[in-house]
T-cell receptor, first 109, second 114 residues
């Protein structure tokens, strides 16, 4: 089963920052937090991951709380094409990543 | 940019028939995975494969399923006797070995069992 919990849905206005929360209060100290998204029925797309420090790449930023019990994925300027289901997952080795239901983000014009 | 590819994109089969879904993982990746997603449901882990053997499998991956890496590039999922409930999207993924390595997913094969 997934080790994370996310709100089932969120809306965001186009051009605004989308902040997607994730709770992972039970993950262990060496488990990474990963974010993926799935647009329609396409394959999940990797976005970003982190362990303790905040991370940023060309797609998004990941803010992990100091106690590592939760994190937030930030899409700084959401576009209509960012409408998707966003999955927060956690894992350490190659075998233990599992997907939950995710958050369905709808970006509205 | 390297990517995972899957064939066919859509497979239609009769119940009881065998199907083979094919995947070409990213070159130099050593860990391979199959997931499935029934319409409207979450992505479910089926199996992982490393060093030419199954590393881990879920309870979904029963005796009717098998995986193989027949050559240096392909990774296949075989379903021996398909059931109606096997209808789903099947995703292949690959990754480097070790912690902190993200998985890269293919576009999926839509399997329809009639």
């Amino acid at each position: 089963d997934a080790k994370t919990t996310q709100p089932p849905s969120m809306d965001c206005a186009e051009g605004r920052a989308a902040n997607l929360p994730c709770n992972h209060s039970t993950i262990s100290g060496n488990e990474y937090v990963y974010w993926y998204r799935q647009i329609h029925s396409q394959g999940p797309q990797y976005i970003i991951h982190g362990l303790k420090n905040n991370e940023t790449n060309e797609m998004a930023s990941l803010i992990i709380t100091e106690d590592r019990k939760s994190s937030t994925l930030i899409l700084p300027h959401a576009t209509l094409r960012d409408t998707a289901v966003y999955y927060c997952t956690a894992g350490y080795n190659n075998n233990d990543m599992r997907f939950g239901a995710g958050t369905r983000l709808t970006v509205k014009p | 940019e390297p990517e995972v590819t899957q064939t066919p994109s859509h497979q239609v089969t009769q119940m009881g028939q065998e199907v083979i879904l094919r995947c070409v993982p990213i070159s130099n990746h050593l860990y391979f995975y199959w997931y499935r997603q029934i319409l409207g449901q979450k992505v479910e882990f089926l199996v992982s494969f490393y060093n030419n053997e199954i590393s881990e499998k879920s309870e979904i991956f029963d005796d009717q399923f098998s995986v193989e890496r027949p050559d240096g590039s392909n990774f296949t999922l075989k379903i021996r006797s398909t059931k109606l409930e096997d209808s789903a999207m099947y995703f292949c993924a690959s990754s480097w070995v070790g912690p902190g390595n993200e998985q890269f997913f293919g576009p999926g094969t839509r399997l329809t069992v009639l």
